[in-house]
């Protein structure tokens, strides 16, 4: 079973975030369950989704301390907190226009950088970050298929499809050469 966590702030699009990589596995065939927490229930408080894959029924009910990877939409909330139940080959990727050597000081884990807003502004989309999120997520992930995670970005988008498609395209395609390199990827 694969489990996933996606941290960001209210407003942000981690939540829709979780909802489509949810929706990309389950256009894939895979069981998915799918929930998510808020904080304060405002705009700019952390919010988190959580997914779990797998072939078989899931039938496992509890909160995941112990995710197979982290997709964060704000490099501020690498706390204790969500990194506790990281290993040190937990994939973390992380929304900052920074290098991941400069958030070593967080411990030794495996961080990956993409600067999503970039890439948002680059396609037209101001501070919606989430599907260069998804991109570089499944990059790493190495599922679902890219092509259907654009395909459900596309169809689910209520205004700029192509943009947000790009830029979840953007997204794999700037996170591609580090998996490739790191051949990371978490068995499904």
Known sequence: MLELIIQGRGGQGAQTAGSLL????????????????????????PVSSFIRVDDQPIRRRCDIETPDAILCFD????????????????????????????????????IYTIDALRIARDN?????????????????LGAPEIETMCRIIRESAPVKARENEQACRDGYRLMQPIRNQEVIGVAL
Do not use: C
Not at 75 to 99: E, F, M, Y
């Open 124 to 140: 037209g989309l101001g501070r919606f970050i989430n599907s260069a999120l998804l991109g570089a997520f499944t990059a790493v």
């Open 75 to 110: 490099a501020h909330l690498l706390d204790q907190r969500l990194l506790k139940g990281a290993s040190t080959a937990t994939p973390i990727i992380v929304n900052t226009p920074h290098p991941a050597a400069q958030l070593k000081r967080l411990g030794d884990y495996t």
């Open 22 to 45: 949810a929706m990309a596995f389950y256009a894939e065939g895979r069981q998915v369950q799918s929930f998510a927490t808020y904080g304060g229930a405002r705009r700019g408080t």
